[in-house]
């Protein structure tokens, strides 16, 4: 493996502060909003739809934008981040992997990002490229960033439909981060399964599994999975499907 790619939200950074500034916003608790956002999960919809349920009129990008300008936008620092961010990173960089991190976020996430000065090659949103997960621009952008072919990409996402399905359709290697709501919910269906090169719970796993850090070999490894000889599973690439 040559080049990691992350996903942003829920791989690299927690959605606490994004989904409270949202509920405070619409003046309502923050365990009503999370629950929603729950429920949309379960139903493999987008995560804005519990946006709509409480108003259904609502215009979410209309509204991201009132919010900032009352002085009420994105915030992102470093408590907002995983606890084990930095040190996967430090040791992809100390293997000589190339990182980039790439997920749907606006330009001002993104600034505050590279704000944070991660141990990384490159830091790139949606907003930015102007093309949004899953659509297949957005992978095709992934690839000419990448600096490798697709087989010697990986790419890590807690989203299936978003990260996993669409970097395995544009020919990457990928990983399932068992991590957030779509993460945890989604980790056993069949097509995750199937599909998934890697199934993790950590991103200091990364560094370890088959042609990354550790040896490599051509069987497909759940590095969530007890080690051979201990119940260890084969995790097999399948038919490309949905959750939805």
């Not at 999960?41 to 409480?54: H, I, K």
């Not at 978003?162 to 290697?173: N, T």
């Not at 399964?193 to 890697?198: L, M, S």
């Amino acid at each position: 493996m040559e080049t990691i790619v992350l996903d942003i939200g829920e791989t690299l950074v927690r959605d606490d502060r994004h989904w409270a500034s949202w509920a405070n916003w619409l003046g309502v608790p923050p365990h009503t909003l999370s629950a929603l956002v729950g429920a949309a999960v379960a139903q493999g919809r987008e995560a804005t739809d519990a946006l709509r349920v409480l108003r259904p009129d609502m215009d979410v990008e209309e509204a991201y934008r009132a919010r900032a300008a009352a002085g009420r936008g994105e915030h992102l620092d470093e408590s907002d981040l995983y606890q084990d961010v930095r040190p996967a990173l430090g040791e992809l960089r100390a293997a000589g992997i190339r990182i980039v991190v790439a997920g749907n976020g606006t330009v001002r996430a993104g600034e505050l990002l590279r704000g944070l000065d991660l141990p990384v090659d490159l830091v790139v949103t949606s907003d930015e490229w102007g093309a949004r997960k899953p659509d297949p621009e957005f992978f095709a952008r992934v690839a000419e960033v990448a600096g490798a072919a697709p087989e010697a990409t990986l790419y890590v996402g807690d989203h299936p439909a978003e990260d996993l399905f669409p970097a395995a359709a544009a020919g990457m290697r990928t990983a399932h981060l068992r991590r957030g709501p779509y993460g945890h919910w989604w980790a056993e269906h069949p097509d995750v399964v199937e599909t998934a090169d890697f199934r993790i719970d950590a991103l200091t796993e990364l560094v370890g599994l088959p042609g990354v850090g550790g040896p490599d070999t051509s069987a497909v490894s759940d590095a969530s999975d007890p080690p051979s000889g201990e119940g260890a599973k084969v995790v097999r690439r399948g038919t490309l499907r949905s959750v939805r």
